[in-house]
Structures are given as structure tokens and as C-alpha cells.
Nanobody, 116 residues
């Protein structure tokens, strides 16, 4: 059974930084892992994705501030977030797929709050 567990969320002041981690278990490897976020009253949106080959994709709103990376041996993905803004406040969800046609697996989410 595939399980994703996020960690690293919390409260940070504007301009601060956080690094989220997503540990995957129950799979040998992943095809793509990513981070999505959902703010109150808004739809879930893509933040960043990374393929097993290391190709990355970012939402325009986070380009230059966020960096996604992965440790294949540990089946773990990371999201380094710099220069955080209040509008980055959301629940951040880890997502993974084991193949191009596999189902989406989701973690339970971790809250990130950017506020002074």
C-alpha cells in the first residue's frame, strides 16, 4: 500500500523559509512526485513536480523562490521554500505516481502559514 507522509510545515514570517519533506513507502520507485497546495476557499493547485529523471516544473507564482528535489534511494521529495509570502499560506499536499497511467497518491497534507 502506497503511503505518503509530509513534514516540515509550520508558521513563518513573511520573507522566511521552510523546507517540506515527503516520504513515500510501499513503492519501489516513483514516476513523478510533486507538491500541490490548497488555500481556504480555493481549489487545489500545482506548486512543483519532479520526475524520476530529475525534470522539474513549477507554478509561475513560485518560480525563483521554491525548489523541488528528490532522493531516489529514500523515495523522498523535498520542497525548499524561500522568500515566503502571505499568499503562500495553504495546506501543502504531496503527490506521487508510479507510472504514467498509475493513480494519484496523496499525503494527508501539512499546513504552511506565512504571517507576521
Amino acid at each position: 500500500q502506497v503511503q505518503l507522509v509530509e513534514s516540515g510545515g509550520g508558521l513563518v514570517q513573511p520573507g522566511g523559509s521552510l523546507t517540506l519533506s515527503c516520504a513515500a513507502s510501499g513503492i519501489i520507485g516513483f514516476y513523478v512526485m510533486g507538491w500541490y497546495r490548497q488555500a481556504p476557499g480555493k481549489q487545489r493547485e500545482l506548486v512543483a513536480t519532479i520526475t524520476s529523471g530529475g525534470n522539474t516544473n513549477y507554478a509561475d507564482s513560485v518560480k525563483g523562490r521554491f525548489t523541488i528535489s528528490r532522493n531516489i534511494a529514500k523515495n523522498t521529495a523535498y520542497l525548499q521554500m524561500l522568500s515566503l509570502k502571505p499568499e503562500d499560506t495553504a495546506v501543502y499536499y504531496c503527490n506521487a505516481r508510479t507510472g504514467p497511467l498509475s493513480p494519484n497518491y496523496w499525503g494527508p497534507g501539512t499546513q504552511v502559514t506565512v504571517s507576521s
